[in-house]
């Protein structure tokens, strides 16, 4: 192979499966060059699981652009379809697969894992050209007319696990809503005492009440607010008071504190220990701030004097759960239930709410 007119990266070479594979640390600027991925170019049968979510691109771009000190990105993986040669930089046994990776110009390169990574990158250069010289390690395999690509791309996600997103939220110290719901449940001995960190729904026997991501979805719904949308001084005090106030005004809550109920007998019997609750608080307090700015307060403290026990079907049943018992969290269920306790707080519906309510009246008559 002619050096003059091929790819030359430093590289390890490594063994698996008996066969070599090489680890090359490659600028920014080249990946998307050498990384082409146009799904018309691809034959189908090398594609078929490779098709790129282009809504994905702009949070992956806005990563990189917004934290170019402290951005973090895995290898990607990629088969060679091509000649390569590997040439080590010594003899000596314990330098022998460090060297200089070589791969002919005309080589295909096909992306088993990181395409998203890869046009992320590129938009990300047209934006800050800085980044260029900066490097993402990058995992080849050498796979003639790459006829094992697929292959490669199932064995790597076989056994991969997704975090939840409570653990999403625990290890993220970016997002300043992560950073305040963390610092929400610190701060009050309730949630401290009853928040599990790491799971997103709870077991029958779990210890803990709350899910990490049960407050976290909560607080969004008390600001209005989507994922990743900014907030304020005032908002982040607000969800500080409205979380005070609230687990001073649940009945149950405070009997779990003191050790007079079970977390396990509380989801056995009332409704205050499930998600779906807890978001329909999210819309309450959403409501409350904007039309009750001054006497919100007032209206979260009269939430002490109702019946949340399961066995108040009058309230609850086609609600917070079903004709058989079982507890139904959907955005239907979860605003139906926020419906009924405005009504019991002495709160107006809105003309939205109201529709609803009247479709709820009209299956259960």
Not at 146 to 172: C, E, M, P, W
Not at 184 to 207: F, G
Not at 259 to 270: A, M
Not at 280 to 303: F, P, Q, S, T, V
């Amino acid at each position: 192979m002619d050096s003059s007119f091929c790819y030359n990266f430093p590289a390890l070479r490594g063994i698996q499966a008996e066969k070599e594979y090489f680890v090359a640390m490659c600028p920014l600027r080249i990946i998307p060059k050498i990384f082409l991925f146009d799904e018309e170019e691809v034959p189908p049968e090398y594609r078929a699981q490779r098709i790129l979510n282009k809504a994905r691109i702009p949070d992956i771009t806005n990563y990189i652009i917004e934290n170019q000190r402290d951005y973090v990105f895995s290898s990607m993986t990629a088969s060679i379809d091509g000649e390569i040669n590997f040439i080590p930089f010594s003899d000596e046994p314990s330098l022998k697969d460090l060297g200089q990776l070589r791969i002919s110009l005309d080589s295909r390169f096909l992306i088993n894992d990181g395409q998203h990574r890869r046009a992320a990158i590129e938009e990300a250069l047209k934006i800050s050209p800085e980044l260029g010289d900066e490097t993402i390690s990058v995992v080849f395999f050498h796979d003639k007319n790459l006829k094992n690509s697929q292959q490669i791309f199932s064995d790597l996600n076989r056994h991969a696990v997704n975090t939840t997103s409570s653990i999403g939220i625990l290890y993220d110290h970016r997002d300043r809503l992560a950073l305040v719901t963390k610092d929400i449940i610190i701060s009050i001995p309730m949630l401290n005492r009853y928040t599990d960190n790491e799971r997103v729904s709870l077991s029958k026997n779990s210890p803990k009440v709350l899910a990490l991501n049960h407050i976290f979805n909560t607080n969004l719904k008390l600001l209005g607010k989507s994922k990743g949308d900014k907030i304020t001084n005032s908002d982040e005090q607000f969800l500080k008071e409205y979380w005070a106030t609230l687990c001073e005004a649940i009945t149950e809550w405070k009997m779990i504190l003191n050790k007079e109920l079970t977390p396990r007998e509380l989801r056995v019997n009332y409704i205050v220990g499930h998600a779906v609750f807890f978001e329909a608080l999210g819309i309450l307090g959403y409501y409350l701030r904007k039309y009750h700015e001054n006497e919100w307060k007032d209206y979260i403290k009269d939430l002490s004097k109702i019946d949340w026990n399961r066995a108040n079907t009058n309230d609850w049943l086609g609600r917070a759960f079903n004709h058989s018992g079982r507890i139904q969290k959907t955005s239907h269920t979860i605003q139906l239930t926020c419906n009924r306790i405005k009504q019991l707080i002495n709160l107006p519906l809105t003309d939205a709410e109201q529709v609803l309510e009247d479709k709820y009246f009209q299956g259960v008559n």
